[in-house]
């Protein structure tokens, strides 16, 4: 799958009904939130190696479960051995338990510019921020009830800053950071004994790409042994075909143009919507597409006013782009008056006042500033934690900067997970996806891992009607930790 230049800010978008969420930002530069996503990536001055631990009590359906929070630091050394950065990672182990029984899951998102705080904070820690009031409480969809957890800020990120004269730019870049989260996973199993424990990643969006990274860095001398794999929002190759593509969008149209009304057939139900429209993507849909210029025009016809009754787009424009409606095309064409549709969540609505901005930040999912650096830090000093600099919630700069790919990784990293598989026969999957991510289409990512020879009883997936983030909104996140809970438990 070609890299969409949407991809690179993913895992950052914000919930908002459609009905709220007409944007007006119209000028980057005037933006304190997006001035600081875009600053340069400070060093902290020296390397560190603190450790601090804080007992708290988890208040969790009607359960209260002890937990040690452990936020440590450890040095990262660069393609020249020396100190690049120090990552900071944070821990939550329950007490009172047989450690060595218990899973241990590390979580960490993507970007590939972003901390962890999306499925730390809006996800599956034991707090969660509460935009509205700017504070934090327990989390209900926490899964500290069947498994430690320990969240991972990527070197630039978070609190984890690069070291005055490292090489950290030798992390950012698809292998360097596969190293450097199977080293640090690994070392952090062994100074907390965990070895043992069944371990687990959950990667998010860019996180996607990385966690399968891993599993091929971890490949010929394993380190970690992992009993599963969770990918939300998956983005890991496998597709390089536009008539693939466009029937894997389909479903994610559908599901939008039921939500907002613009459907011309009945779905009770965006789940209907969706599932609907993948049989006709997938049969009638792209049979017409793979006949190319070969499809007679009443053909053609035909299936246009087809694809228009579950897109809400005219049946003479689908037939102008010959069938292949893409995400742009699609966004702006669904509304009327000027409005327009996101990509990381089709359920948000915007108008022209984002068009100044470039690609992907004139979308209206996207959330800068939304995360607050002082929020962050408070809660650090809470479990007696002080970051060496303000942390960073999302440092677009790494971004701008990252390689996807280079001639012994491609940026297609699908083709990693069947190996995996086969040399581990107790690694399991897991992956979800929202109806309502154009960015990151469901289908696109199911459709790569169903070619490519994976045990198919050992896949468990998902679907939530949801944006890119499921997590954002409340209600998708207690769907999510529950399936992430019986995945795991």
């Not at 950065?85 to 998102?109: C, E, K, L, M, S």
């Not at 320990?150 to 070291?163: C, K, N, R, Y």
């Amino acid at each position: 799958m070609r890299l969409p230049l949407s991809f690179l800010m993913l895992g950052l978008t914000t919930f908002l009904l459609p009905s709220l969420a007409c944007a007006a930002v119209t000028d980057l530069s005037a933006d304190a939130a997006a001035r600081a996503a875009f600053a340069p990536t400070q060093s902290r001055p020296d390397a560190g190696h603190r450790r601090v631990a804080s007992d708290h009590v988890l208040a969790l359906d009607g359960r209260r479960i002890a937990y040690r929070a452990i936020v440590e630091e450890t040095t990262v050394e660069g393609s020249d051995g020396k100190p690049a950065g120090i990552a900071v990672t944070y821990a939550y182990v329950a007490q009172g338990v047989d450690a060595a029984r218990r899973p241990v899951t590390f979580v960490f998102n993507g970007g590939p510019g972003a901390s962890s705080w999306p499925l730390h904070m809006e996800g599956l820690g034991p707090k969660v921020y509460d935009a509205a009031s700017g504070t934090l409480r327990d989390n209900p969809a926490s899964l500290l009830d069947v498994t430690d957890m320990v969240f991972i800020d990527p070197i630039g990120t978070g609190a984890s800053f690069p070291v005055e004269g490292g090489d950290a730019g030798s992390l950012w870049n698809l292998s360097g950071d596969a190293r450097f989260f199977v080293g640090l996973i690994s070392d952090w199993l062994h100074r907390n004994g965990r070895e043992a424990s069944p371990q687990y990643l959950i990667g998010e969006s860019y996180g996607t790409t990385r966690a399968l990274a891993m599993l091929h860095e971890d490949a010929p001398y394993p380190r970690l042994h992992l009993s599963g794999v969770a990918l939300l929002s998956m983005y890991v190759g496998g597709i390089d075909n536009d008539d693939v593509e466009s029937m894997a969008l389909l479903p994610s149209y559908a599901a939008t143009a039921w939500f907002h009304h613009k459907q011309g057939m009945p779905a009770a139900s965006a789940s209907e919507a969706y599932d609907e429209a993948w049989r006709f993507a997938r049969t009638a849909y792209i049979g017409a597409l793979l006949q190319g210029d070969r499809l007679s025009a009443a053909d053609l016809h035909e299936v246009a006013l087809a694809t228009s009754e579950r897109t809400g787009i005219p049946a003479e424009r689908l037939e102008a782009m010959h069938l292949r409606l893409s995400p742009d095309a699609f966004r702006t064409g669904l509304l009327s008056g000027g409005k327009r549709v996101g990509r990381l969540d089709t359920r948000m609505v915007v108008d022209d006042s984002l068009d100044k901005l470039p690609v992907p930040y004139d979308d209206p999912g996207m959330s800068l500033g939304r995360r607050p650096s002082a929020v962050m830090d408070d809660y650090l000093r809470s479990l007696g934690y002080v970051p060496a600099l303000p942390y960073r919630a999302l440092n677009l700069t790494i971004n701008r900067q990252w390689r996807y790919g280079d001639e012994s990784h491609p940026g297609s990293v699908v083709q990693y997970l069947a190996p995996a598989m086969t040399a581990n026969p107790n690694l399991r999957l897991f992956t979800a996806g929202g109806y309502y991510d154009t960015n990151t289409p469901l289908e696109a990512g199911r459709y790569a891992l169903s070619h490519t020879g994976i045990d198919m009883t050992r896949w468990t997936s998902k679907a939530y009607p949801a944006g890119h983030t499921i997590g954002d909104d409340p209600t998708q996140r207690a769907a999510l930790a529950t399936d992430l809970r019986h995945f795991i438990h």
